[in-house]
């Protein structure tokens, strides 16, 4: 593995971090009742989370400069476990096993398709 391979690897998987923190800031900004209407998309978590998500899109076409394609859904499916710790973190949201269940099917799944035969 040289070191170009890892490099672009990790641009990856700080592009699904972010991505994930970004998720959670939307989820966070719905939560609150006095948003509503236009006040919905234009407070700060709302412009700084979309802000976010553009940054992760830019990394992630970085990324594929040195990932294979078949990678790259393997490597985006981790968005989904740190999705799931961050809600529990920051959202209060139980970490339940249908969850941990769910999350291991879609990883393997995941890691089932994108197997080289």
């Given at each position: 593995?040289?070191?170009?391979?890892?490099?672009?690897?990790?641009?990856?998987v700080v592009s699904v971090t972010?991505?994930?923190?970004?998720?959670v800031m939307l989820k966070k900004?719905?939560?609150?009742?006095?948003?509503?209407?236009?006040?919905?998309?234009?407070?700060?978590?709302?412009?700084?989370?979309?802000?976010?998500?553009?940054?992760?899109?830019?990394?992630?076409?970085?990324?594929?400069?040195?990932?294979?394609?078949?990678?790259?859904?393997?490597?985006?499916?981790?968005?989904?476990?740190?999705?799931?710790?961050?809600?529990?973190?920051?959202?209060?949201?139980k970490i339940t096993r249908n969850?941990?269940?769910?999350?291991?099917?879609?990883?393997?799944?995941?890691?089932?398709?994108?197997?080289?035969?």
């Amino acid at each position: 593995m040289n070191l170009a391979f890892s490099y672009y690897h990790l641009i990856f998987v700080v592009s699904v971090t972010i991505s994930s923190i970004s998720q959670v800031m939307l989820k966070k900004s719905a939560n609150k009742k006095e948003n509503t209407g236009l006040k919905e998309y234009l407070n700060p978590l709302v412009i700084i989370a979309y802000g976010l998500f553009f940054i992760s899109t830019v990394l992630t076409m970085y990324a594929f400069k040195g990932v294979p394609m078949n990678q790259g859904p393997v490597i985006e499916s981790l968005g989904y476990v740190i999705v799931m710790i961050l809600g529990r973190i920051f959202l209060s949201e139980k970490i339940t096993r249908n969850k941990l269940i769910g999350i291991c099917l879609i990883l393997a799944g995941v890691l089932l398709c994108s197997w080289r035969f």
